[in-house]
């Protein structure tokens, strides 16, 4: 079985000021790990992904995110916020099998002017 | 440039109607899904195609029927079955069964109920 534990469910931040989305997961096995982001009335965009390759991941405007297997966590950072960062962002978790995808329950983010 | 595309953005059904969403991708993805996103619950699986002719349930499959009869298309019906349709309803597509590889997600339907 595995799951997927977003533990923020809203976060607002200052512009220019870091930005922490938190994502814990569970897995029988290594799995895939992604973050996606949604804007309001959107589809979901791929931000990064994890795929057991190097721990720390970059992903587009300037995300990126570290897999550490003793916490089984993968949370998303970026050092400064952006007005356009305000959204939703999902972590997701992919085993094997085509339906063997999870998603979380998804973080909104704000970012304050 | 490659994508999905989903139509039409927004829909809306009346009692006793069944309504039909489209999917369609230019990306050679063999594998092709569709979601039902609520607010505060995240994706929920409805049915999922690992390729032409074929097609599985997924978490949440009841009230809904798809059809995968070319590799590019994958409608999902809303049948008047389905008691509670009113949501946002995403396709995406994947490369195949591998496990490091991502969905690609269409823009969405809203379906309301009038």
């Known amino acids: 079985a595995q799951s997927v534990t977003q533990l923020d469910s809203h976060v607002s931040v200052s512009e220019g000021t870091p930005v922490l989305l938190r994502c814990n997961y569970s897995s029988s096995y290594s799995p895939s790990l992604f973050w996606y982001v949604q804007h309001p009335n959107k589809g979901l965009q791929l931000l990064l992904k994890?795929?057991?390759?190097?721990?720390l991941v970059k992903g587009i405007n300037g995300f990126e995110a570290e897999f550490k297997k003793s916490e089984t966590s993968f949370h998303l950072t970026k050092p400064s916020a952006h007005m356009s960062d305000a959204a939703e962002y999902f972590c997701?978790?992919?085993?094997?099998?085509?339906?063997?995808?999870?998603f979380g329950t998804g973080t909104k983010l704000q970012v304050i002017p | 440039d490659g994508g999905i595309t989903q139509s039409p953005k927004y829909l809306f059904r009346k009692e006793g109607q069944n309504v039909t969403l489209s999917c369609e991708q230019n990306?050679?993805?063999?594998?092709m899904y569709w979601y039902r996103q609520d607010p505060g619950q995240g994706l929920r699986l409805i049915y999922y195609s690992q390729i032409v002719n074929d097609f599985q349930k997924g978490d949440i499959a009841e009230g809904y029927s798809v059809s995968r009869e070319k590799k590019e298309s994958f409608p999902l019906t809303v049948t008047s079955a389905q008691k509670n349709p009113t949501a946002f309803y995403l396709c995406?597509?994947?490369?195949?069964?591998?496990?490091?590889?991502?969905?690609?997600f269409g823009d969405g339907t809203r379906l309301s109920i009038l």
């Open positions: 995406a597509s994947s490369i195949g069964q591998y496990s490091n590889q991502p969905q690609h």
């Open positions: 997701v978790v992919r085993g094997r099998g085509y339906q063997k995808v999870t």
């Open positions: 994890y795929t057991s390759a190097a721990t």
């Open positions: 990306l050679n993805h063999d594998a």
